[in-house]
């Protein structure tokens, strides 16, 4: 290896390319308009090019080194295709920027070679560039539309409707000496610095606590007694009165008014006469809610476990209680709403007994026309 590049890829000595164009930014190059030449680092050249790097025994991959003689400001570039006119070379715009060119200004052209890289690293220009989900294959797509990369350079590459431009701010192996690497058939490692732009994001610090509020060495300290206190426990606990009487009240189902059985009806609502402007419908009903517990709302940065802890009854001390409960008095109610007694019942069934046997009068019977057979002699 001589000089740092690889063999095969040194140009031979009086044999280089090295020309004269009219630069143009690719949108004046007649036909329809190419994204993949706008936003990539190849040129086009004319035909006549084409010939002479024919004849130079040039090889694969053709690289150049531009030249801004005027402003001292070099980059380089492939070449996309030998259809431009004579005399002209088409650049993408960001490399005419680059190059601090204007439509029709004079560029040198030279042939060169360019080691394959190994290390870059990059700056997007704006914070829109960590929108993009997958970064690194949106990079992968753009550089096959690049054949080199320049430190100081800022490319453009398309996504999503949105062009991005990124600075490339290190190469390795920076061998030559403009830092200029090649990207084709290379395993290329990306490395990102923070976009322009870019701020990281605050992060909340705590709640301060102010100069003139001392904390007792106990916590922290409640001018309004304890916390019970604070937030008025009493009116939101599960069994206080103000919470059942919501719930009982919100638990019944008859709510709303009704007819009696044995009056008269309702009055039905006379209809109103519209007016211009208003509406007829009556305004809606907001429920409010008071059954409890009621919402627990507390300031910032406080903490409340007061409720009322109610332990879990174990299944044997249930079923003493139901033991213990009474559960046959011995007392009942009669369908007219009195109460029976004991022992009403068997007295009752004794008054009404079966109706008593007719008894037939002895030695006699009845003939079929229902008259009396006495007794014969024998």
Known sequence: MMGGFPPGMIARAGQRFDEYYRCYPVAMLPGPERDNV????????????????????????MLFELINGAKDKVTHAGVLEFIAEEGKIYLPYWMMQTLDLEPGDLLQIKSTDLPPGTFTKLQAQSPSFLEISDPKAVLENAFRDYACLTVGD??????????????????????????????????????????????????????????????PAGGMLHNQGTMAQAINYASIAPNSSSAAAGAKAVSSN?????????????????????????????????????????????????????YEVK??????????????????????????????RKGEDGEKDKGKGKEPEKKEPAGGGHTLGGRTLRDTPR
């Open 311 to 340: 332990p879990v009854r174990k299944s044997g001390e249930q079923k003493i209680e139901d033991d213990a409960a009474p559960k046959f008095l011995g007392q009942g109610q009669t369908l007219r709403g009195g109460t029976k």
């Open 254 to 306: 008859f709510l709303l008014g009704g007819q009696r059985l044995k009056g008269g009806k309702a009055p039905t609502p006379k209809a109103s006469t519209p007016v211009a402007g208003t509406s007829t419908n009556p305004p809606p009903t907001i429920a409010r809610r008071t059954n409890g517990p009621q919402p627990l709302r507390l300031p910032p940065g406080k903490l409340f476990f007061g």
């Open 38 to 61: 706008s936003h990539g680092g190849k040129v086009i050249m004319p035909p006549s090019a084409l010939d002479k790097l024919s004849r130079l025994q040039i090889t694969y991959p």
């Open 154 to 215: 800022i490319f453009t590459f398309a996504y999503n409707d949105s062009i991005y431009e990124m600075a490339v701010l290190e190469t390795k192996p920076s061998i030559a000496a403009s830092g200029a690497i090649s990207v084709l058939e290379t395993d290329l490692e990306v490395d990102f610095a923070a976009p322009v732009g870019y701020e990281e994001p605050k992060r909340p610090s705590g709640t301060s606590t102010p100069s003139s509020m001392r904390l």
